[in-house]
């Protein structure tokens, strides 16, 4: 091998040493499971992204629809539901009608992110707590009031990767 040959391999493990521990030392892992967007009228919004779009839900029911985009989902949920469960006031303005979403596999890591983030000086708007269909989760905000939910839940599978494969069916959740 020769000189150059010698200081490119150097150059590049330490780049990518450099890369491994910047990955160590993240709290959360740089990806989005769920972006769910608050919605004022959903047979419109549905129409749109189903009907322009030509998107297909993988989970529907009256109240919420997923649709399955790269690694992620994308959801519409009325806008004053989400901001109830959100525990903040809804207002028309209310420019933030969207949340983003971080799944991961166990309360457990739930727990620690919470206990991670609060130690951070992060605000937690909502301390995670089991929801009526088996999810644990809660709510972190970022400094211009963006709202995360951080959980798990068994109706969104993760693959390998973290990357959300589907969104099982969700019919049966129905409220009436």
Not at 33 to 56: C, N, P
Not at 88 to 110: C, D, M, W
Not at 150 to 161: A, C, F, K, R, S
């Amino acid at each position: 091998m020769n000189i150059i040959n010698r200081i490119l391999l150097v150059i590049l493990l330490a780049a990518t040493s450099k890369d491994i521990a910047a990955q160590k030392r993240q709290t959360m892992k740089q990806r989005m499971s769920i972006l769910t967007i608050g919605v004022k009228d959903m047979t419109a919004m549905r129409d749109f992204y189903e009907q322009k779009f030509g998107w297909v839900p993988v989970a529907v029911n009256k109240d919420i629809v997923f649709y399955k985009i790269n690694g992620s989902l994308i959801s519409l949920f009325p806008a004053k539901a989400l901001a109830e469960d959100a525990r903040i006031p809804y207002a028309e303005q209310f420019s933030r009608h969207y949340i983003l979403g971080y799944i991961v596999n166990t309360e457990k890591e739930v727990d620690d992110l919470y206990a991670e983030l609060k130690s951070k000086g992060v605000t937690v708007v909502k301390m995670p707590e089991k929801t009526f269909f088996g999810a644990y989760t809660g709510y972190v905000q970022d400094v211009e009031g963006n709202l995360w939910d951080i959980g798990t839940n068994p109706l969104i599978p993760l693959d390998e990767q973290e990357n959300v494969i589907t969104h099982k069916d969700i019919r049966h959740l129905e409220q009436h």
